[in-house]
């Protein structure tokens, strides 16, 4: 039967009788998904960064280190001497806490940002320090609770926390980083309100999105603020070795053990495909974590903590995060150069000293996320500040990151920003005037 | 029907629209090959037009998305080449991608579409917003959808209740296009009906009826399955969808199309089916309407694609 034939059958017997319709069921699921599920959906912004990912386009906006730049025959002597004289031991399970070696070895990471009582008994290996992040939710965040952070924050934080159901509440920064005096207004509030107020997530050090690290007499007062109002600080510090002014930044941890949760990762300075962080927890609620990590995970991965864990044995790592940190501030450099050229009046950005992120501001009136489209068209692309917020601010900022591409590009692409941002700023004064509506 | 040898998907691009096409240049590769149709898929880069002239494909079938898949540059590129293609020639994919030009030639067909406003960006700037917008409001009321005026997967599009939105709802739209089609919001049911024509003349699916769950069936909808519920056919009565039809093979016939189009309508509260906008590279994703309308009429997917593919394979070439 030719399609013709079919379709005409199909028609006649509309003609003849009212033809029954059928709901076309794409997902049978719908009306069973638990509320904290209400918001993955497909989004636009996602769609755009499809197009990002294409060569032509310069893209300031995933925070990917280049891995290129490892030396890829050491990783794979490591891997390969750890399959043939430890194999049976990296393929098999292993403990929900982690590898005991590996933990070691992170007690002396941490030791390299001031933290010097930590015990391999008190970290907890996990899937990068996001998944840290989504059991410490899980083990403290009921519906409802509050979690309170910088505003801005991490993107990926927010997810989190709202997959958990919690309340997120902004507290902002200045140049120093989160402000005390508006932390403690808040808490205060949120007293008032009857709020039940858990944690307080930082990115105390080179934040994402910021790019801002907070002085240490705020981390004092921010964790004196804390522990009076019994909200657990939870540190998460993914950047903290890539201080591009020497030194590494005393981590808040270092100077209150009892106040505060560390996170740490090895995504940034070795690479972020082993997927290997870890959280630093006084032991109660290491215990906790541990359970939380047993029924998401049962065991680790053995494979990749015993490949980081001989790595850090046998490879000459702190060379190579001194690399790193040279090669990520010759980029910073070039970003701000090129944003100093290239930045009409009016709009301003962080000066980070070290990290990945440059947080840019632009002009009121301007919309970050609806000039994306504009950008990607320019072969330019960033992340629309209002998605490091969880009630709709950020409009008009963005989050530009330098530390994939390399100089040159990074100049071309700031270049063609600027372009973008005067555009913008042309349209917003075509529409700054709205119609009278007497 | 010849032997159908190597068909080439394009998909992909630099078009917001990228990953949708990703979605249905997979799926249509996948369909092909299931049926032992030897069927690749390649993005389209610099690197496209040296493989093109390298080995070229027996028949090209394009599912890009938006601008250059969509506007006719894909297939004018495709015509330099001699490449026999699946789908409209540049010329009508010009036509039908401009959404005001492709209301008013299906207007002068004497189908319904809903009135609208074209204008430019420098428009706005040239002569000011503020009357224009106090002047757009009063000649369309509200509400009205704001749309780029090319573009697809309601990319930049927004409804908009309150003449205090509009700027807003144009600044979004400039972001995807450098003109933009305001359109009076019509109050009624969404439907979609494709077009099909294998070589024996083209006939139209049965209507697919679009209903988001929540608010405006905009990309979230589009694209989060079941974020969206479909009807086939339509839940509209006989002659209405009868109706609905014959709409969409004028537009198909209007607009000079060729091998499969699919047209979005609005079926509004007297049962007049107003033309809202004609699609040359349907969308081919699990959530899209044109292989719903295959589905509803008992067709296969697979074998309809195919049977596309052997039917442009077939003809000759448009010049030379």
């Known amino acids: 039967m030719t399609i013709v034939a079919l379709v005409a059958a199909w028609c006649a017997a509309g003609r003849v009788r009212q033809v029954v319709s059928r709901s076309v069921t794409l997902d049978r699921w719908r009306d069973r998904y638990a509320q904290r599920a209400q918001g993955m959906i497909a989004s636009e912004v996602r769609a755009l960064f499809a197009v990002a990912s294409r060569p032509e386009i310069v893209s300031l906006a995933g925070g990917m280190p280049p891995v290129d730049v490892l030396p890829l025959d050491a990783v794979a002597a490591t891997v390969s001497e750890l399959v043939l004289s430890r194999g049976a031991v990296a393929l098999q399970y292993g403990s929900a806490q982690g590898d005991p070696g590996l933990r070691a070895r992170i007690c002396a990471v941490m030791a390299m940002e001031g933290i010097a009582d930590a015990h391999p008994d008190n970290v907890v290996v996990t899937a990068g320090s996001q998944q840290a992040l989504d059991l410490l939710t899980r083990v403290f965040i009921d519906p409802g609770d509050v979690v309170v952070t910088e505003g801005p924050t991490y993107v990926t934080a927010i997810n989190t926390f709202a997959a958990y159901q919690a309340r997120i509440v902004h507290v902002p920064m200045d140049g120093d980083g989160l402000s005390p005096a508006a932390l403690a207004e808040t808490l205060s509030r949120l007293a008032a309100e009857g709020a039940r107020v858990k944690l307080l997530y930082t990115v105390p050090t080179f934040q994402n999105p910021g790019g801002i690290t907070l002085t240490p007499s705020r981390r004092a007062e921010v964790v004196e603020l804390c522990r009076r109002a019994g909200v657990l600080v939870v540190e998460d510090n993914p950047y903290g070795l890539l201080s591009f002014t020497g030194e590494p930044v005393r981590a808040m941890r270092a100077d209150a053990p009892d106040e505060v949760v560390y996170l740490g990762s090895f995504s940034k300075t070795l690479a972020p495909g082993l997927r290997v962080g870890w959280a630093l927890a006084p032991p109660a609620v290491t215990a906790r974590l541990v359970l939380a990590a047993e029924s998401a995970i049962l065991s680790q991965s053995m494979f990749t903590q015993l490949a980081v864990e001989r790595y850090l044995a046998t490879q000459p790592w702190a060379e190579q995060v001194k690399a790193f940190r040279e090669m990520y501030r010759e980029r910073r450099d070039a970003m701000l150069d090129a944003l100093d050229e290239a930045m009409p009046p009016g709009v301003t950005w962080t000066r980070p000293d070290g990290g990945f992120f440059v947080w840019l501001t632009l002009p009121d009136g301007v919309n970050t996320k609806a000039m994306l489209p504009r950008a990607i068209a320019a072969r330019v692309a960033y992340v629309p500040g209002i998605g490091f917020y969880a009630d709709g601010s950020g409009g008009t900022s963005v989050r530009l990151s330098y530390c994939y591409p390399p100089p040159e590009r990074i100049r071309e692409g700031v270049g063609r920003l600027g372009k973008v941002v005067r555009d913008e700023l042309a349209l917003r004064d075509t529409f700054a005037s709205r119609p009278s509506r007497r | ?320």
């Open chain 2, 1 to 320: 029907m010849t032997d159908l040898g190597r068909v080439l998907i394009l998909a992909g691009g630099l078009s917001p629209e990228r990953e949708v096409s990703l979605h249905s240049g997979g799926r249509l590769r996948d369909a092909l090959t299931r049926i032992g149709i030897e069927a690749d898929l390649a993005d389209v880069d610099a690197a496209t037009l040296p493989a093109l002239a390298a080995d070229p494909p027996d028949v090209v079938f394009p599912v890009l998305h938006g601008t250059s898949g969509e506007d006719g540059t894909i297939r004018e590129v495709l015509d330099l080449y001699d490449l026999p293609y699946v789908g409209a020639l540049p010329p009508a994919c010009r036509m039908a991608f401009d959404k005001a030009t492709a209301k008013a030639a299906i207007r002068a067909a004497g189908v319904a579409t809903p009135a609208a406003v074209t204008l430019p960006r420098e428009a706005f700037h040239d002569l000011g917003a503020a009357p224009l917008i106090e002047r757009i409001v009063a000649r369309l009321g509200l509400p009205v959808v704001v749309k780029p005026r090319a573009g697809g997967s309601a990319f930049g599009v927004t409804r908009v209740e309150e003449a205090g939105g509009l700027a807003e709802a144009l600044m979004s739209c400039f972001g995807y296009h450098d003109s933009a089609l305001i359109e009076q919001a019509i109050a009624g049911v969404e439907i979609a009906v494709g077009v099909l024509d294998t070589g024996e003349g083209p006939v139209a699916l049965p209507a697919v009826e679009i209903e988001p769950t929540a608010g405006a069936y905009d990309y979230a909808a589009r694209y989060t399955a079941g974020a969206t519920s479909f009807f086939t056919p339509a839940r509209l009565h006989n002659d209405v969808l009868r109706a609905a039809a014959q709409t969409a093979l004028t537009a198909h016939r209007v607009l000079g199309l060729r091998d499969l189009s699919r047209t979005d309508m609005i079926v509004d509260e007297d049962g007049v089916a107003q033309f809202l906008e004609v699609n040359v590279a349907p969308g081919m994703t699990d959530t899209s309407t044109w292989p719903m309308g295959l589905r509803a009429a008992g067709l296969d997917f697979a074998v309809v694609c195919r049977d596309l593919a052997a039917y442009a394979s077939d003809r000759p070439a448009p010049r030379g």
